[in-house]
């Protein structure tokens, strides 16, 4: 089993950027891709991004493809979602999950408890 914990959600401003960190642990986390999704208040959670065990596929959604990067650092057991260029519609609980079905913009097996990014105008 896989443990997901998030770090770094806040309040930012229009234009800012913001790091999220999701700390895995598990016997075989270093075999799953791993991902981010988020949701706003009235809408369904959506695919944010995903990426391979070995960085190197990676996956954005249309929304945020350009400013948004997704890296891990298998080392220290964490992935990271940089974010720069935010808008207020990038508002929502951020999730980080684990799973085989990411790279494919499907769900994930495992799920973080999610973080709370605040864009303001």
């Known amino acids: 089993q896989v443990q997901l914990v998030e770090s770094g959600g806040g309040l930012v401003q229009a234009g800012g950027s913001l790091r999220l960190s999701c700390a895995a642990s598990?016997?075989?986390?270093?075999?799953?891709?791993m991902g981010w999704f988020r949701q706003a208040p009235g809408k369904e959670r959506e695919f944010v991004t995903a990426?391979?065990?070995?960085?190197?596929?990676?996956r954005y959604a249309d929304s945020v493809n350009g400013r948004f990067t997704i890296s891990r650092d298998n080392a220290k057991n964490t992935v990271y979602l940089q974010m720069n260029s935010l808008k207020p519609e990038d508002t929502a609980i951020y999730y980080c999950?684990?799973?085989?079905?990411?790279?494919?913009?499907?769900?994930?097996?495992?799920w973080g408890q999610g973080t709370q990014v605040t864009v303001s105008s």
């Open positions: 990426i391979s065990w070995s960085a190197s596929m990676k």
């Open positions: 598990g016997r075989t986390y270093n075999n799953y891709p």
């Open positions: 999950a684990a799973g085989h079905l990411l790279l494919g913009k499907g769900l994930g097996d495992y």
